[in-house]
């Protein structure tokens, strides 16, 4: 999807005369045409379809979303930390007959994250309603749909790199997150084009263990979520185990990845933010646990028209679309994410 840049005026413009690809040009309503020119309007058979930017949005499928809160500024959770005077082994073990016996404390801390707000005006122009009904196309409607496709892509951005202006960061580039090098293989190669199923294998179940170890193995921590880069995933959706095989090395994995093994479902998916996002420029594995405990994203206030209003000077209608947004909610980073560069 490209920048839509800046309207002039405010207002789309239907009229005028606009070249096709092989440059002849053709006549719309606005235009003053010769008889020639004028008939092959009138034969011309318009396609309904409006093609909008190609493009993709994955954050709705990779982070758990919440919605409600209002015009926060900020969002805080809670934590505790327990003790046990003499420690929770042997401390708490007493003989019988003891007449004392051990204090258990809390100790309750808080972390607090952003909010922002989503803020876009769609200016109408009055003539440019009137002459949606000669054209057939609605321009509030095409508007809309502009700001819903900048919507995604905004929560797209926030989801997986964070916002700079705001000092955010996200899902591939929290500095909180612990990063290293897959192991090279015999050869000397992290990257996965250059090793076999086992050696791929290999870096996915290590990674697994060690986000799950940093979260003193509790099962409900159990890393099941794994993002790679389109190169990546599409070579081991498409790549066979062994020329004799049936089975290509995604299955493989699905198949004996250590989290399956512990009653877990592992998704494996791509998005492009993994590219070049590792140590170095390389291209990041990111594992992760996806579950609303762990991390979140908070849509305070839906995207909504909050209102319209007339704007004489600009001979337009004005609607405000406003959203209110958390940055990514990463509750236990260091224990339940990692990154994992090189493939």
Known sequence: MKDFGQISGGSLSLGGNVPNAAGIMRMNDSSVASGQAKLISELEKRDPLLREPLTSVTYHRDIPITTGGGWVDAISAMYVNYGVSEGSGEGVAAASGANTSKIIQADVSDERWGAHVFDVTMRVGVIDMHRSKITGRNIDTIYQEGIRLTYDKHMDQNTYVGMEKFGTYGLMNSPNVPARLVAANGSGFTEWSKKDPDEILFDIN??????????????????????????????????????????????FIEENNIAGKYNGNLFIGATGYCKGYGTGGTDRMVIYTHDKKYLKLEELVALHRAMTATNAEKHSYDSLYLANISQPEMFYEYETIGYYDGI
């Open 206 to 251: 290590q990674g697994i263990i060690q986000n799950w170890n940093r979260a003193e193995n509790d099962l409900s921590a159990l890393p099941n979520h794994i993002l790679l880069p389109y190169e990546q995933y599409s070579y081991i959706a498409t790549t066979k185990v062994s020329l004799a095989a049936d089975k290509t090395i995604l299955t």
